[in-house]
T-cell receptor
Framework: AQSVTQPDIHITVSEGASLELRCNYS??????LFWYVQSPGQGLQLLLK??????LVQGIKGFEAEFKRSQSSFNLRKPSVHWSDAAEYFC????????????FGRGTSLIVHP | KAGVTQTPRYLIKTRGQQVTLSCSPI?????VSWYQQTPGQGLQFLFE???????NKGNFPGRFSGRQFSNSRSEMNVSTLELGDSALYLC???????????????FGEGSRLTVL
């Protein structure tokens, strides 16, 4: 069964600082990996996705993520955080087998200090 | 292209009542999934409908049900509401066309249900 672990429940950074949110997955084959962001009171919005090819993927709002198969990780990064980045971030893993239903991590809440 | 639309956005019910939530997917999307989001449990998958058929189901009691219409719009129903059903209910649509299906979801803003 597929699973996702986001080890950090909360992350606090200062505006302008760099950010890295961790995501580890378990999946038996080549995974499809996603990062979604949820602002308060809103639904989830796709930030970026990895299907195949280049292991460093670029997303919206200046985010990027790197797929590391050897570490079963797909960490999200941003070089300089803006106050508007404060939100909940979800990592998800899906795949071509079975039901195609992605599994979500529990989320990491990002707090940005001015 | 219009996004996923969920109605109502907010509602308050009392224990024992039932509720129906509606979801209109992105035009052309045939798959609709429903998730329950609570602070304690995170995002929990309820069920997925594709071409009017329930294709996948999560681990929820039979009080939670859904359906999909021929225009891909979907509804979910919760009967005999309990306090623990208070949550944000999210609908997501996808193209879901094998073999290129990737599981990428497009979410609505959710329906916030409060059970008193």
């Amino acid at each position: 069964a597929q699973s996702v672990t986001q080890p950090d429940i909360h992350i606090t950074v200062s505006e302008g600082a760099s950010l890295e949110l961790r995501c580890n997955y378990s999946y038996g084959a080549t995974p499809y990996l996603f990062w979604y962001v949820q602002s308060p009171g809103q639904g989830l919005q796709l930030l970026l996705k990895y299907f195949s090819g280049d292991t460093l993927v670029q997303g919206i709002k200046g985010f990027e993520a790197e797929f590391k198969r050897s570490q079963s990780s797909f960490n999200l990064r941003k070089p300089s955080v803006h106050w508007s980045d404060a939100a909940e971030y979800f990592c998800a893993v899906g795949g071509t087998g079975g039901s195609y239903i992605p599994t979500f991590g529990r989320g990491t809440s990002l707090i940005v200090h001015p | 292209k219009a996004g996923v639309t969920q109605t109502p956005r907010y509602l308050i019910k009392t224990r024992g009542q039932q509720v129906t939530l509606s979801c209109s997917p992105i035009s052309g999307h045939r798959s609709v999934s429903w998730y329950q989001q609570t602070p304690g449990q995170g995002l929990q998958f309820l069920f997925e409908y594709f071409s009017e058929t329930q294709r996948n189901k999560g681990n929820f009691p039979g009080r939670f049900s859904g359906r999909q219409f021929s225009n891909s719009r979907s509804e979910m129903n919760v009967s005999t509401l309990e306090l623990g059903d208070s949550a944000l209910y999210l609908c997501a649509s996808s193209l879901s066309l094998a073999p290129t299906n990737t599981g990428e979801l497009f979410f609505g803003e959710g329906s916030r249900l409060t059970v008193l």
